[in-house]
């Protein structure tokens, strides 16, 4: 069972199992999809061009997975094609991990988050949030995402509300853009100084992609539309991902990393079966097989997925700047090349 000290510790954790046949025994974090709607429509996000059905997680079987996850100690995380604010449930599901003593973390676009969600955030001690953001300046953000300035002022009026109200280190706060070469790279510091005031972290996590936009759109070139060059695609990618990710989505689906949502990466409905019994089954271990080889074309997800690019200028790195460390490191992506 593990026992993490803080949210960091789990994705520490998940690095042991960053290479061929060293599969977690459960893995150290799961991915919630409560719901498939998100309040936005970003340029770059396949969910915007998706007519589908409002859906999300009935919260029985929620809390059946949490359940199951609290045998192991695993990190919660409620992330994915979602805005998982919107979630009917949210308040009641952020209880319930916490209840459980297990860690939990949220990535928001932090539009719906007010005095009742911050209350609820402090009060439960979600170990971290992550706030989304694109670009390094408003007006890309503005345009990236298709909200208006007020919306952009009001996030981060929200966001510096919630650090003020904060009574001890819980959450953690993150603020995180991907970026493009539409965005200088000069005005990199001025984001981070800008968002440090009221966070414990600023990342740059590399570049935005725009995987599945075409499949999912019809819209052909989007790139070259946005003044972008093509990413470079990278030779022999093999990926491990699968040995210590798993998602759950809105409909009970189990996948084996949080941005897969095909069937070929769909190893159960936890309906059915248990997150244990479907992260060992003979089908997962086959994915994992598949992606150890680098046969990542195998699969729709893998062919287009951001591990297998680079981009000019940008990289595929993640820049992390702290507070307090005074620390700006640079980590590879788990991406391999060969
Ligand atoms: S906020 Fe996130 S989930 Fe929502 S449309 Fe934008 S990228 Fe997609
Ligand atoms: S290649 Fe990408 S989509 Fe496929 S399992 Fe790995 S991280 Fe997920």
New binding site residues.
Partial sequence: MYRFDNHIAAYDESRRYNRKGEIAAFPPYVTFELGNSCNFSCIMCRKTYIKEKKEELDFSVFKKCVDEISNYGSLVRFIGYCEPLLYSKIKDAIRYVKKKGLRLHITTNGSLLNREMINAILENEVDSVIFSFQGFTQEEDCFMRNISCKTYSNVVNKIKLLHKSRKSEKPYITISTTITSRDNPEYETEFIKRHMCYADQVQVTGATHFAFIEDESGIRDIEKKLGLNKPRKLKN?K?F??NY?MKIAENGNVY??C??FTDE?NIGNIEKNTLFNMWHSEKAMK?RET?AFGD?DK?K??RA????YDYDKIGNTIMNTMKGKNKKKKMELYAEER
Avoid: H, P
């Fill in positions: 990618v990926c991902l699968t990710e084996m990393c941005g897969s990466l994915i992606l990542l699969f997800n893998c997925c951001q591990i297998r």
